[in-house]
């Protein structure tokens, strides 16, 4: 997608330094683009755990990378124990996103079978899970299209979309998932307007989708978390789509902590709720959402807000010193409030049966 009108990704290897891999540094957003190095594991688990990047498909990127790096690390001399160590504390660096565990086993299991050139492996695997994600995102645009299509063609106005968190490219290799429908039907000229929710504790949707959407040109507003609600009882939003981080074979969604509120006010008010989510976030090991790992933060992330103050970032303190803070990274949705799943494959019902239609090779029993 598009940053200072060129496009742009969020990650790849730099293209003078073999052992670097380049990022946007999401922290600064969006008052500064700043491009970081990362040279080492060590490097990537920071920026995974302390969220330079973040969104679950960006995630298992990173740690594919990571992998490479792991390499990278042992100079001339490979070692599969060292890799294995490197790649379990990888997946420690956040808990929820699928998306770490499975690319960290994917590149280092297509690395255990070869007899050399690891380096040359590993590079062609973390290139492989980018340009494989970047197809899925805009595949999932394409499949989420006609939802935004077909409630233009009733509408003289724009179609009202609201959206949670950070679904967008800056959660991905590129398009975004939530927004790739989004971005889609804009190239179609579809008139929209975009409900961006702050998304409290780290206001990703102020932040992020709000600067996504100022460099690709789409209509928004920034709204405060408890806004939805109420702008769905007046008729002001058409449809929600949202993200996930991880979502269990019955179609239940775990995603920014806020999600569940936004999905209970969809169905009160008889809204379209759907979810954009890559297969590669589909947990086919676990039945529910219950069995869903939920990350609990650090609760200064409550206790202070980020902003920008004479040219420079600062943190400024929201509640009373001596008070505690729960900060609760995701909540998880329940299928029956889900209208519908938009995945590469198209849309289906939010389900085992739905899910099983569009992905017929995970079977019952996988």
């Known amino acids: 997608m598009l940053v200072r009108g060129k496009p742009h990704r969020t990650i790849w290897l730099k293209a003078d330094g073999p052992g670097c891999v ?18 080492s594991v060590d490097d990537v688990f920071l920026a995974i755990r302390d969220m330079h990047v973040r969104g679950a498909p960006l995630i298992g990127a990173a740690a ?6 792991s390499i990278v690390g042992q100079a001339d001399k490979f070692d599969l124990e060292t890799l294995i160590e490197d790649g379990e504390y990888l997946k420690t660096a956040r808990p929820t996103a ?24 590993a590079k062609l695997e973390a290139e492989l899970i980018c340009d494989e994600d970047e197809e899925i995102c805009r595949r999932i645009g394409e499949s989420g299209l006609s939802l935004i299509s077909d ?3 009733g509408k ?4 009202n979309i609201l959206t949670h968190c950070n679904a967008g490219w800056l959660a991905t290799v590129d398009w975004g ?3 790739s429908p989004i971005y889609h039907a804009q190239q179609q000229g579809i008139p929209l307007h975009v409900w961006v929710d702050e998304t409290r504790p780290r206001n990703q949707g102020a932040s992020l989708t709000a600067w996504e959407l100022c460099e690709q040109g789409v209509d928004h507003s920034v709204i405060v978390d408890n806004a939805g609600g109420h702008l769905m009882q007046q008729g002001e939003v058409d449809l929600v789509i949202v ?32 979810v954009a989510l890559p297969s590669p976030t589909i947990d086919w090991s676990i039945d529910h959402g219950k069995q869903i790992p939920i990350e609990q933060r650090l609760g200064d992330e409550v206790s202070f807000i980020q902003g920008y103050l004479n040219n420079e970032q600062v943190n400024v303190r929201l509640t009373p010193e001596k008070s505690p803070a729960a900060n609760p990274a995701f909540d998880v949705t329940p299928a029956r409030l889900v209208t519908g799943l938009i995945t590469e494959r198209g849309v289906c019902e939010a389900s085992e049966e739905g899910l099983l239609g569009l992905f017929p090779e995970r079977g019952k029993h996988d």
């Open 243 to 274: 993200g996930t981080d991880r979502t269990a074979r019955n179609g239940d969604v775990a995603n920014k902590i806020g999600t569940y509120l936004k999905a209970l006010a969809a169905f009160d008010n008889k809204i379209p709720f759907y």
């Open 151 to 153: 409630i233009a063609q």
């Open 177 to 179: 998932t939530a927004t």
């Open 98 to 121: 699928v998306n770490l565990a499975w690319a960290v086993d994917r590149v280092i299991g297509r690395l255990k079978t070869a007899e050399s050139g690891h380096l040359a492996l």
């Open 64 to 69: 594919a990378w990571g992998v490479y790096l």
């Open 22 to 39: 380049q990022i946007i540094d999401q922290r600064a957003l969006p008052h500064e683009l700043v491009i970081e190095d990362l040279h």
């Open 156 to 159: 003289n106005g724009p179609v």
